[in-house]
């Protein structure tokens, strides 16, 4: 293998094999937060009352939640890094002008990205509808080269314990609403926490509101 090859790869080295880091969705349960449920393909957006400044105004994409813990990766930190200064020897990023997104403040060193496919890819973990997630340097490359390719890149991630996530729920650190293909590839993505804040404190007040005649069991949104 040569020194270019290793290098290109090392540069993809993330702390965990995409096995691990999106292993089969199982669904486990959203302890003290009732009306909501957690599972790959939820946004987590932040609420006013979020208490860790590097979460503040955040959408997260869950792409892992089992009875471990959960990972997501925030879609509406843009940094002013292009992905082609990370990537200097990939040509084709050069006409591209993909700005790299900061996932989370966990293993800033590893990167994953996001793909919309109409057919499963090799090596990629569906997430929701036709968004993918993969770790994998050899599907990034076959990505880049198709005509108008939709991906986005991140560096680091979101993580939490188990049992972490389901305790920020019940301070009400966040809203859990479906996700939406358009806002994670959004051309806008500085606008997006205003613009879902805005729809969840609507939804969350009106089920408040009628609360008295919601059933008792969970109610997945």
């Known amino acids: 293998m040569s020194a270019v090859r ?7 080295l993330i702390l965990f094999l995409l096995t691990a880091v999106v292993p089969p969705a199982r669904q486990a349960a959203a302890q003290g937060a009732p009306g909501v449920k957690l599972e790959p393909g939820r946004f987590l957006v932040a609420s006013r009352k979020m208490r860790d400044p590097r979460f503040a105004k955040s959408v997260i994409l869950i792409v892992r939640y089992e009875e471990k813990g959960a990972l997501g990766l925030i879609v509406n930190q843009p940094t002013v890094a292009l992905l ?3 990537l200097p020897e990939v040509e084709e990023l050069k006409e591209r002008g993909d700005r790299v997104y900061l996932g989370g403040p966990v293993a800033k060193k590893g990167m994953m990205f996001l793909l919309r496919s109409d057919s499963p890819p090799a090596d990629a973990q569906r997430i929701f509808a036709d968004v993918y997630v993969s ?3 050899e599907r990034f490359d076959e990505v880049i080269v198709q005509d108008e390719a939709r991906f986005r890149s991140y560096v680091g991630y979101a993580g939490w314990a188990s ?3 389901e305790g920020e729920l019940r301070r009400e650190d966040w809203h859990v609403i479906p996700g939406d293909a358009d806002v994670v590839f959004s051309d806008s993505p500085e606008g997006i926490w205003d613009k879902l804040i805005k729809k969840t404190e609507v939804l969350f007040a009106s089920l408040r509101r009628y609360a008295g005649q ?3 069991s969970p109610v997945a949104l």
């Not at 290793?6 to 993809?12: D, E, M, S, V, Y």
């Open 135 to 137: 770790s994998s340097r």
């Open 6 to 12: 290793r290098g290109r790869l090392a540069t993809f």
């Open 163 to 165: 049992g972490q996530l």
């Open 84 to 86: 082609t200064e990370l």
């Open 214 to 216: 919601l059933p008792s």
